[in-house]
């Protein structure tokens, strides 16, 4: 029996969102928009070589410069230890973060950080940064994922032991770890096959390409409060990571959320905020830090390239008998790619039997590999998604019916070992067979690919505060930034609980100092578990004000139920009161027993797995090699849409990223391992006029773990582009893409074989 | 190194500021004017966050220098609004939607206020060209174009 969708007042409107009006007007307030008195402005030094031993840093001309407060480099910094620090959705490894953040020994990549001046201004502070002298000792260098892998290829670590081989070999190597898993028995697969087609894949390194650029300021003082203003998508996080850098307790360091630009994962680290406060430390003046975007391409992380073997096997009548994965990503420079969720969600949209995954975790010369929107899942469903395609052009079927004989369904154990409850996949496939976009006719040089997409969505430790006012509006306190309208959907399941107009409820985002640690913005979590904590302190609320109408009708608690945002006698039998509202109750709080707060503080589980199934088309320029996107529907299931426009919203932004990904970006890297394309004109996400409108259906199967149903929804929709675009080539030009970006050059070659 | 005196018209109103030489017309918004609606995405000319509108035209704020102000009329996202009430694209982007993180937005504002400045029946097409030189990562664009166009109607009167 499924659970049946909850009925909503307010859940699943399209309200203005509370910070809107702030952001349509320039009010709002950004990482860089803070400024402080006195405030110097900091800028870092990084190092032009792929691969260097740092000899020697002679700052001494750069601190004689006039206008130069302080300089700091890894020497400043206090000793690594070899720990793991919360990262606010997973441990992080502290002495690879200190290094990351500023060079020790080596320099690792072109973009490592290496020094730092503040100066009171930031031309001054660029000036400086010529003069700072650094002996390098220059070491060759290795930038591509499978020759890092090589024997004889240079080596970052000279302590990397690969993990999860046994024995774990005793000569170092680029590969940091190795995993693997699967079930049933893959050759036995294979051989009731009447199908096999194996493949290999590869997808250039991506940056997340937030439009704005990290930025920070710091405010140390001497007496153990110190401040940071940052951009980030999860400022206790940030909190958790600074102190550790920094040998400092968390209550001594407060850290304000700024508005954020952007963020999609990428923002979920530190780059900037140690150095701003051992700068603003060492000069006794607030500093700011700023990114530029070459910055943020050469020394914030991109996700990893990747190279994807994909081997599946099926039977005429479509049963996938057999599928095998092996993946290498590359890492950057320390460890940690996310070769592990792209193993886990490799067959996660089907029931296989039979199947083995096995992945590669590899360093090279290049920036430590951020979180990106369903890290490692995008690249092996551009394998597994396109291999399907093959292999339903091969068996003649439907490739949307392909998959919908093998979908995962409600009790189908995953290969990664969660058993799925209820979950909404197949209803994905069939809106798309029903939409009439699957089956409107296409023009001449012109294909269609379809491809789905997983996630698991996460929920974790979250927070909420709502304080009654004495008027009876009523403020939320959230403990996570707002990236794309989280905002909204706090209020609109406060004013669900407590009965009341969304408009008499404001929010703000509370700092690290003003209420209970909540993990990252990140995982598709915020709307699903803080929204939990805020139903449950919505809850506590009703609560309190019920005790208060009992109290003053004298009559038992159970004798008051809450209705339409005020308290009501239950039942004819408990007595003839008049409605007690919101703001009665408010108004006599003090006689009551002072203020009426809620609270709550949840570790949420139960985050309902997400899935899509994506219908692009495009149409193939075969003298120039370009790909226009002409027409694209996404379908996901939502759980529950709190807010619909904002879930299309993250569907269509998923799109054009993952178009991006699959037509144009990529890093690029010279025979000396310098990026050659640090910004947004070599570097070209998708424009306006790059993209069309993009269809959402939002299917709503619902979470039975959430008040309304609902299921993280942001990240899904990034999982199925590449795919689904490489499918549609690949039926405009009959070949099969193997390698994205599918660029202009990359194509003729393709199409002029 | 003396600073240059620019006397302009930002937002209707006469503002005077010392500039030096290199500095940008986004930086004397930014940290002169204190005007920090208008943002700095890439300072190459390449993402429009920067946009505001010179004497009827978009402008990339980061590829001007404030000195080149003098005398002109400037036109900021802080002037966009009426203090009673807001422009029709910023109401229709807030209705659509059309921001996810809003750091694009300021920009994207500007520029399609200057686009209905000259045309308030623009095709889809036309929308989407104007608007290229403006980034934004989060939305895919879908929703903004519409804002776009219900805008334009609603200065039609349609
Ligand atoms: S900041 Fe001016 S175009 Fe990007
Ligand atoms: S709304 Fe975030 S970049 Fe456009």
């Not at chain 1, 550790?244 to 304000?256: G, I």
């Not at chain 2, 400045?117 to 989060?138: F, K, V």
């Amino acid at each position: 029996m499924g659970q049946e969708p909850v009925e909503t007042k307010w859940v699943g409107k399209r309200i203005v969102r509370p910070d809107g009006v702030d952001k349509v007007t320039g009010r709002a307030n950004f990482g860089a928009d803070m400024n402080l008195p006195g405030m110097l402005e900091a800028k870092i030094l990084r190092s032009p070589h792929a691969h260097a031993r740092i000899k020697k840093i002679d700052t001494s001309k750069a601190e004689a410069l006039k206008g130069v407060h302080a300089v700091v480099t890894g020497a400043d910094f206090p000793e690594l230890k070899a720990a793991s620090v919360d990262g606010g959705e997973a441990q992080v490894n502290l002495k690879d973060l200190g290094e990351n953040l500023m060079a020790r020994d080596k320099a690792l990549y072109d973009g490592h950080a290496v020094a730092a001046v503040a100066a009171t201004s930031a031309s001054i502070a660029n000036d400086a940064l010529d003069l700072i002298e650094v002996e390098y000792e220059l070491l060759p260098h290795v930038i591509d994922v499978e020759a890092a892998m090589k024997d004889d290829a240079p080596l970052l670590h000279d302590d990397m032991f690969t993990s999860g081989v046994e024995p774990q070999p005793k000569k170092p190597s680029n590969i940091a770890a190795r995993m693997e898993f699967g079930a049933g028995d893959t050759a036995k697969g294979f051989a009731e096959a009447d199908v096999i087609v194996e493949r290999t894949f590869r997808t250039a390194a991506t940056h997340q390409g937030y439009i704005e650029p990290h930025a920070a300021v710091a405010e140390w003082t001497e007496d153990g409060q110190s401040r940071i203003w940052c951009s980030s998508q999860g400022h206790f996080a940030i909190r958790s990571m600074t102190t550790a850098l920094l040998d400092m307790e968390e209550a001594e360091l407060r850290v304000m959320p700024a508005e954020i630009g952007g963020g999609f994962g990428g923002k979920t680290t530190i780059y900037l905020e140690p150095v701003a406060l051992l700068l603003s430390k060492k000069s006794g003046r607030p500093i700011r830090i700023v990114m530029s975007r070459e910055e943020v391409f050469r020394g914030s992380g991109p996700t990893s390239g990747s190279v994807v073997k994909t081997k599946i096997g099926a039977t005429n009548d479509g049963k996938i008998t057999a599928g095998e994965v092996e993946l290498k990503y590359e890492a950057g420079a320390y460890a940690g790619s996310p070769a592990m969720p792209g193993c886990m969600t490799a067959f996660a949209c089907y029931d296989i039997e039979n199947a083995k995954v096995v992945g590669y975790d590899v360093v090279s010369n290049r920036p430590k590999c951020a979180a990106y929107r369903a890290p490692g899942a995008p690249m092996t469903a551009f394998a597994v998604e396109s291999v399907l395609d093959e292999i339903s052009e091969k068996i003649k079927m439907d490739p949307v019916e392909l998959r919908m004989k093998n979908a995962a369904k409600e009790g189908t154990r995953a290969l990664y070992g969660a058993k799925f409850k209820q979950i909404g996949f197949e209803e994905t496939l069939k809106a798309a067979k029903d939409h009439p976009h699957y089956s409107a006719p296409l023009g001449p040089n012109q294909g269609r690919g379809i491809a789905c997409g997983f996630w698991f969505n996460i929920g974790g430790e979250s927070t909420a505060n709502i304080n009654v006012n004495p008027d009876g509006s009523v403020t939320v306190v959230s403990p996570n930034p707002d990236i794309g309208g989280s905002r909204a959907s706090m209020v609109l399941m406060a004013a669900e609980v407590l009965g009341i107009d969304p408009e008499k409820i404001r929010i703000t985002i509370g700092d690290t100092a003003s209420i209970g640690y909540s993990g990252l913005t990140g995982g598709s979590r915020v709307t699903f578990a803080v929204g939990m904590a805020v139903v449950e302190a919505a809850k506590d609320v009703v609560k309190q004000l019920c005790e208060r109408a009992a109290k003053i009708w004298e009559v038992d608690f159970e004798g008051v139920e809450w209705r339409d945002g005020a308290a009501h006698p239950a039942s004819t039998n408990v007595g003839d009161f008049d409605p007690l509202t919101l703001g009665d109750l408010a108004a006599q709080a003090g006689k009551l027993g002072g203020t009426v707060v809620g609270a709550s503080s949840i570790n949420a589980r139960g985050a309902g797995p997400g899935f899509g199934t994506h219908i692009c088309d495009v149409e193939v320029d075969k003298e120039t090699g370009r790909v226009d996107v002409v027409r694209y529907t996404a379908i996901q299931d939502a759980g529950k849409a709190v807010h619909p426009s904002y879930v299309e919203g993250q569907m269509q932004g998923g799109v054009a990223q993952g178009v991006g990904w699959a037509l144009n970006e990529e890093y690029i890297y010279n025979d000396d391992g310098q990026l050659e394309n640090p910004g947004f004109l070599d570097y070209r996400v998708p424009v306006t006029s790059d993209m069309p409108m993009i269809d959402t259906v939002i299917v709503e199967v619902p979470n039975p773990f959430h008040p309304y149903g609902v299921r993280g929804v942001g990240e899904v929709p990034i999982v199925p582009p590449l795919a689904a675009v490489a499918n549609a080539v690949s039926h405009a030009v009959e070949k099969r893409m193997e390698q994205l970006p599918i660029s202009p050059p990359r194509l003729l070659s393709i199409i002029d074989g | 190194m003396s600073k240059i005196h620019v006397t302009t018209s930002v937002n209707g109103e006469e503002v005077e500021y010392l500039c030096e030489a290199q500095q940008t017309m986004l930086d004397v918004l930014r940290d002169e004017l204190g005007l920090t609606g208008t943002k700095e995405g890439c300072s190459t000319g390449d993402c429009g966050a920067c946009s505001v509108i010179v004497d009827g035209d978009v402008v990339c704020s980061c590829l001007m220098l404030g000195a080149e102000a003098e005398g002109r009329n400037v036109e900021t996202i802080e002037g966009l609004a009426a203090p009673d009430h807001l422009h029709p694209v910023q109401k229709q982007f807030l209705e659509h939607a059309a921001l996810q993180c809003g750091f694009c937005t300021p920009g994207f504002l500007v520029a399609a206020k200057a686009l209905l400045d000259r045309n308030q029946n623009p095709t889809e097409t036309e929308i989407r060209y104007w608007l290229a030189g403006n980034l934004c990562r989060c939305t895919g664009y879908d929703k903004i174009v519409r804002a776009v166009q219900d805008a334009a109607a609603e200065m039609r009167g349609a």
